[in-house]
């Protein structure tokens, strides 16, 4: 009788054991509303991408850092992956790349008292360029600011960007649209926002963004397969939809005039 309910008790700590979730430490950065700590769920994006691996039997905890530690600590294989990420070819070399979690909007935002028109990256070239140092962009962006093909200054995060911008130190800036509509909302007066415009030009119409596992780690490529399985069920479900549509501008601020 001893032996049918010690082996009783085996199999209760073995079911229990197989049903807790598996914890996944991945290192993020902040960039509102899409990643954030001031947000209970912890912005639009980590909300999708823990979702998508609740659905696969992962429960995920988030470690906010600097972006630039994130992406150096990650591609050591300190944590069990990183999001969201700007798609870059060099990324490829140290991780698996997941499909798209979010497609982002980036436009120039702009003082409303500068003219300001851009058909391609030549026309930047009087305008002071506001820029902030661990952002992906594009690779062209990167490229003419480095090459000097217009004026830039190198800024620390979107609220600074915004507020130099206000005060005249810089002309125009590449933001996301969603980026710039929660920082001014947070960080700005209702009067300051009306003084700045959005052009409705996207700089891009592919801007994805992605949860990215290091391919130092032997676990990798297979989460990375229940997770994008996962995401494809949130999409399906219409609760990546519902996610999404998060977001409001200020009154008073919006595309260009």
């Known amino acids: 009788m001893k032996k049918v309910f010690f082996a009783f008790l085996l199999c209760c700590c073995a079911i229990s054991v197989s049903a807790e979730p598996k914890?996944?430490?991945?290192?993020?950065?902040e960039l509102a509303p899409y990643a954030t700590e001031a947000r209970e769920d912890k912005g639009i994006a980590l909300s999708i991408v823990r979702r998508a691996f609740e659905l696969a039997g992962y429960q995920v905890e988030y470690t906010f850092l600097p972006w630039s530690r994130t992406l150096a600590e990650s591609k050591l294989g300190k944590w069990d992956g990183t999001a969201y990420w700007g798609k870059k070819p060099e990324h490829a070399a140290h991780f698996l790349i997941s499909d798209n979690v979010v497609t982002e909007q980036w436009l120039f935002v702009y003082r409303?008292?500068?003219?300001?028109?851009?058909?391609?990256?030549?026309?930047?070239?009087?305008?002071?360029?506001?820029?902030?140092?661990?952002?992906?962009?594009?690779?062209?962006?990167w490229q003419a600011a480095k090459a000097g093909e217009f004026k830039s200054e190198k800024l620390l995060d979107e609220k600074t960007l915004l507020k130099m911008m206000l005060l005249q130190r810089i002309d125009i800036a590449p933001l996301e649209k969603n980026v710039a509509c929660d920082t001014l909302l947070r960080h700005f007066s209702p009067q300051e926002a009306s003084r700045l415009s959005a052009f409705p030009k996207l700089?891009?119409?592919?801007?994805?963004?992605?949860?990215?596992l290091p391919k130092s780690k032997n676990e990798s490529a297979q989460r990375m397969q229940e997770f994008n399985a996962g995401?494809?069920?949130?999409?399906?479900?219409?609760?990546?939809?519902k996610l999404l549509a998060q977001v409001n501008c200020p009154t008073g601020w919006g595309e260009s005039k």
């Open 23 to 29: 914890v996944l430490k991945i290192a993020t950065g």
């Open 112 to 141: 409303n008292d500068v003219k300001f028109h851009w058909d391609s990256l030549q026309d930047l070239k009087p305008y002071r360029v506001g820029l902030i140092q661990d952002y992906t962009y594009t690779p062209e962006i």
């Open 203 to 212: 700089m891009t119409d592919r801007f994805t963004t992605h949860l990215m």
């Open 231 to 241: 995401l494809q069920k949130l999409r399906a479900s219409g609760e990546y939809a």
